[in-house]
């Protein structure tokens, strides 16, 4: 059974920092596009927010972000990571990661899904 867990998020000032990470279990992490996704409160699309590769030399961003977050993994410890800073109250959403096998990091191709965990900065 595959499961995909995110770490807690919780409530930041704005300009703060957080780190979110996200373990896999019952798959091979190293045959995984890994992104991560945000849904803002009351909102029904998951937006993408970061991706990353397979071996993780290559990083992708949602303009939004670029710059202030950075997405990495450790395919050893079966885990991605998100690191936030500069954040900001837009930033406010629950953020998911997600694991697909193929090649694309559109949220409706994603294979899996965490639960979400939710991160409220306060301007």
């Known amino acids: 059974q595959v499961q995909l867990v995110e770490s807690a998020g919780g409530l930041v000032q704005a300009g703060g920092s957080l780190n979110l990470s996200c373990e896999a279990s019952?798959?091979?992490?190293?045959?995984?596009?890994m992104g991560w996704f945000r849904q803002s409160p009351g909102g029904h699309v998951r937006s993408f927010v970061a991706?990353?590769?397979?071996?993780?030399?290559?990083?992708y961003y949602s303009d939004s972000v670029r710059g202030r977050f950075t997405i990495s993994r450790n395919n050893a410890r079966n885990t991605v990571y998100l690191q936030m800073d500069d954040l900001k109250p837009e930033d406010t959403a629950d953020y998911y990661c997600?694991?697909?096998?193929?090649?694309?990091?559109?949220?409706?191709?994603?294979?899996?899904w965490g639960q979400g965990t939710q991160v409220t900065v306060s301007s």
């Open positions: 997600a694991a697909n096998q193929g090649s694309t990091y559109r949220a409706g191709d994603m294979e899996y």
């Open positions: 019952g798959l091979t992490l190293s045959s995984y596009l």
């Open positions: 991706g990353i590769s397979r071996p993780g030399d290559g990083t």
